[in-house]
């Protein structure tokens, strides 16, 4: 069979011409699988297949390098190949040519689904992810997907001496604290390096989870990030200069209400900004303001609260 035919016949039939197909390999599925037999299960507006065997499809290898002046140059490489025989699961969504982002729509479909297999059969039932591609149902049309490229961001890199030796101090003003605040310091920094390689509202989270474990221990309690950040910048007690009751809104209609918006870039970049004062006032060190500085550029927009 063609990948294509085991989209169900509905799609077409309401007007779907392409679908967004995921691939996964199981593992330690022993032979509970029964090769060229698919077992078909359908959810809301994903089918999943479960079969065993060799899948044939469109690879995009890429191959990207910053030349001297730093642009980003893309090299893609479209090929067919076929996979070794194995175990998997495929997870497929209509495309929704007509919403406003079908990618992030597909994306987020096939995420949540392949959440909920991990839950009920396993996490070893989307073990790896071996391909993605988006086929065509009424016309013989593949398109591959390669992995994220990351555009690099308009900031420019401090790497000067003096900000190596802050770098170094704030580092020695973690390791100084007692092992509780040591402790939640670090994790919040992988929580931090977690969100830069997230966007949207995944990173919004990231970072949300990077704030609160920073500074936020036992407690739901915004009044402390307010209060570091209040004297790092001597500003006056009980005022919120910087947004942080409208991003805990905004967090917590994600969380509470299933919200799902845009998070522009630089509502990420604001929050980066924030987290780093928030990191140099909880250590004691001295405070780069860099949140008032991203907000002096006026692009701070926190909308959904």
Known sequence: MELREFAPNTWSHRGVSAMWLRAFQIARAGTNVEPGLAQITDLEDVRLVLGRGELTYVAADQKWTLDATDSLRLQVHLSEQTTPEMTFLLLLTPWESEHPN??????????????LVAAVLGENAVYARVFENKIGLNEVRTEGVGPVVRVPSASTPRLDGSALEELRLLDAAIASQDASARERGRLSLRWFRAATLDSGVDA???????????????????????RLLASAYSSPSGTDPFQIGRLFGLRSRIVHDGLRMGITAAVESYLRAIYTDLLSAAVGRPCPHRAAAAQADGQVVIDGC
């Open 102 to 115: 079908p990618e992030l729509l597909a994306h987020d479909r096939l995420e949540s689904s392949a959440g």
């Open 204 to 226: 919004f989270l990231k970072y949300w989870i990077a704030l609160e474990t920073l500074a936020m221990p036992d407690t739901t309690d915004i009044r402390e990030i307010k």
